[in-house]
């Protein structure tokens, strides 16, 4: 360690989670770092899963690390179980871990050591992508400022899982930065946009870190329920109004046409009509700006530019190419 190890803490959001916890938490408990308290909270699971939190939590008490349940009554929703974690956590350093993901063991202690090196608010990472019968390792892009992270998320270019950042807790305390509860969907990009707008120094560190599971092929075809879009829009809308009144109002002139396109591609990973008239009818403002997006592959421009022009069989094609190729 490069000075006094900080603690961390790994904030863990579980509902019925029973069938992927165990690898999880395995993962949590083999970190080579070892000042971390961990914050399992059960939003009201009905399966075995606080069952399995109890027996972990044993476990990481012999090796004198800090462990907390918080249950919820009820279920009140991933964005509430959030800000639960949040309230609960004492750490200089806040991560989150979902709870049918894993991390390497080396994760923590990679990551603070580049908050400590380079006194970041903010340390991002790349991470896996693991299907069923096999894992890619995926890239995010290099960034140096917080101005350079937000244009990133904005285009497309880069993602905002909450996973793939370890976050000084000061910031989210400072600047009274918390999830909207009830808006479940979409909540980890507002908290980020969030997050960067007053980060005042930021990190990036090219090593992949964080395995996200995909269990099987179907799982990459998104479904969009009403709920799900209605959430999603409202947390937009505070994406948009608090880059307007930040200090990064230039950066969204143009880039929050790109994120809407970008938050409703999924619909066109799909061979489904219904999804692609789904696409058509959310954000119709943004279809001007498909072209405009430099910072993505041309033929993803092609391919929202045929949605435009109902030219649903390319869409198709494009899928089962797709399938064929990551499976």
């Known amino acids: 360690m490069l000075q006094k190890s900080p603690l961390v803490s790994i904030i863990v959001p579980i509902y019925n989670a029973e069938k992927t916890l165990h690898t999880t938490l395995d993962s949590i408990v083999g970190q080579t770092y070892p000042f971390i308290e961990l914050l399992l909270i059960n939003d009201c699971s009905q399966d075995n899963t606080l069952s399995i939190c109890h027996?972990?939590?044993?476990?990481?008490?012999?090796?004198?690390?800090?462990?907390?349940?918080?249950?919820?009554?009820?279920?009140?929703?991933?964005?509430?179980?959030?800000?639960?974690g949040l309230e609960h956590a004492t750490g200089v350093?806040?991560?989150?871990v979902d709870a049918d993901d894993w991390?390497?063991?080396?994760?923590?202690?990679?990551?603070?050591?580049?908050?400590?090196?380079?006194?970041?608010?903010?340390?991002g990472c790349n991470w896996f992508l693991s299907l069923q019968q096999n894992e890619r390792k995926?890239?995010?892009?290099?960034?140096?400022?917080?101005?350079?992270?937000?244009?990133?998320?904005?285009?497309?270019?880069?993602?905002?899982?909450l996973w793939l950042f370890m976050v000084r807790r000061a910031l989210y305390q400072q600047y009274n930065i918390r999830f909207e509860p009830g808006l479940n969907m979409g909540e980890d990009m507002m908290v980020m946009f969030k997050l960067?707008?007053?980060?005042?120094?930021?990190?990036?560190?090219?090593?992949?870190?964080y395995h996200?599971?995909?269990?099987?092929?179907?799982?990459?075809?998104?479904?969009?329920?009403?709920?799900?879009?209605?959430?999603?829009?409202?947390?937009?809308?505070?994406v948009e109004k608090y880059?307007?009144?930040?200090n990064f109002s230039n950066e969204i002139k143009e880039g929050i046409n790109f994120l809407k396109l970008n938050i409703?591609?999924?619909?066109?990973?799909?061979?489904?009509?219904?999804?692609?008239?789904?696409?058509?009818?959310?954000?119709?403002?943004?279809?001007?700006?498909?072209?405009?997006?430099?910072?993505?592959?041309?033929?993803?421009?092609?391919?929202?530019?045929?949605?435009?022009?109902?030219?649903?069989?390319?869409?198709?094609?494009?899928?089962?190419?797709?399938?064929?190729?990551?499976?």
């Open 55 to 84: 027996q972990y939590a044993r476990v990481l008490e012999q090796q004198e690390r800090r462990v907390e349940i918080v249950s919820h009554p009820q279920n009140r929703g991933v964005a509430a179980a959030r800000n639960t």
């Open 103 to 123: 991390v390497e063991e080396n994760t923590i202690e990679i990551l603070v050591n580049e908050m400590l090196r380079t006194g970041a608010d903010l340390v």
């Open 264 to 327: 409703k591609l999924p619909l066109l990973i799909s061979d489904r009509e219904s999804d692609y008239q789904q696409w058509l009818q959310w954000f119709p403002e943004a279809h001007a700006f498909i072209m405009g997006n430099k910072a993505l592959p041309w033929r993803i421009r092609i391919l929202q530019w045929m949605a435009v022009k109902k030219q649903f069989w390319i869409l198709k094609l494009y899928y089962h190419i797709l399938i064929r190729y990551i499976c």
């Open 212 to 238: 996200y599971s995909r269990s099987n092929t179907s799982s990459m075809t998104q479904v969009y329920s009403t709920t799900h879009i209605q959430q999603v829009t409202e947390n937009l809308k505070i």
């Open 138 to 161: 995926m890239h995010q892009p290099s960034f140096g400022e917080p101005s350079d992270a937000i244009k990133k998320m904005l285009n497309g270019s880069m993602r905002w899982n």
């Open 196 to 209: 960067l707008a007053n980060a005042k120094r930021v990190s990036y560190i090219d090593y992949a870190l």
């Open 93 to 96: 350093y806040v991560y989150y």
């Open 243 to 246: 880059l307007e009144n930040s």
